[in-house]
């Protein structure tokens, strides 16, 4: 069966940075994008971006350019957030989201578990 | 890109019959048929109920459905019962940055 596994909540100083995994079992991994999505507390979902998991191209939403990277290892299945000069509003549920087969826009069937971020000095 | 603007709550009693809108503009919902809704409760990652405007994932119950007329879409939750409580948002593709986005969500209460 298709599942997203994440990494463990983090908690982080002001500045520091994170990386947050999102291991792929149950499917061809490179057959489908990866989206990532944040959930700051309370609040709605906010689209970050997604990444092409057969090129290993990234493509950021406005917002979240600069500070965000999407990465890949395809050798173990795994997509991978991280996020540099953390600052308090940062403080989010992160999740990785399964794109659809024929574009990251055509619905995310598959979402991770969330990974809790939390920026506080 | 703006958020999708959606109802902040809804409700309705078991088994009645609501619909949450999701009003956005020609560069997303009223341009392509890429809108999708998910349903997401308290603690919980969403869930994707209704992708390409109105069609069902397996396993997604009949009881929801899609639709979308211009620039609204619509999400359709019929014969409503307890456990649809939760939060619905919409999302879809928008030539805007070439990117997509999500609606602000609706809570849905059932009485």
């Known amino acids: 069966q298709v599942q997203l596994v994440q990494s463990g909540s983090e908690l982080k100083m002001p500045g520091a940075s994170v990386k947050v995994s999102c291991k792929a079992s149950g499917y061809t991994f490179t057959n489908y994008p990866m989206n990532w999505v944040r959930q700051a507390p309370g609040q709605g979902l906010e689209w970050m971006g997604w990444?092409?998991?057969?090129?290993?191209?990234?493509t950021y939403a406005q917002g979240f350019t600069g500070r965000c990277v999407f990465s890949l290892d395809t050798s173990v299945n795994t997509a991978y957030l991280q996020i540099s000069s953390l600052k308090a509003e940062d403080t989010a549920v992160y999740y990785c989201?399964?794109?659809?087969?024929?574009?990251?826009?055509?619905?995310?069937?598959?979402w991770g578990q969330g990974t809790l971020v939390a920026v506080s000095s | 890109q703006s958020a999708l603007t959606q109802p902040a709550s809804v409700s309705g009693s078991p088994g009645q019959s609501l619909t949450i809108s999701c009003t956005g503009t020609s560069s997303d919902v009223g341009g392509y048929n890429y809108v999708s809704w998910y349903q997401q409760h308290p603690g919980k990652a969403p869930k994707l109920m209704i992708y390409d405007v109105s069609k069902r994932p397996s396993g997604v119950s009949n009881r929801f459905s899609g639709s979308k007329s211009g620039n609204t879409a619509s999400l359709t939750i019929s014969g409503l019962q307890a456990e649809d409580e939760a939060d619905y948002y919409c999302?879809?593709?928008?030539?805007?940055?070439?990117?997509?986005?999500f609606g602000t969500g609706t809570k849905v209460t059932v009485l």
């Open positions: 990444i092409n998991t057969n090129t290993g191209n990234p």
């Open positions: 999302s879809s593709y928008t030539s805007s940055s070439i990117s997509y986005v």
């Open positions: 989201a399964r794109g659809g087969s024929n574009g990251y826009y055509r619905g995310s069937d598959y």
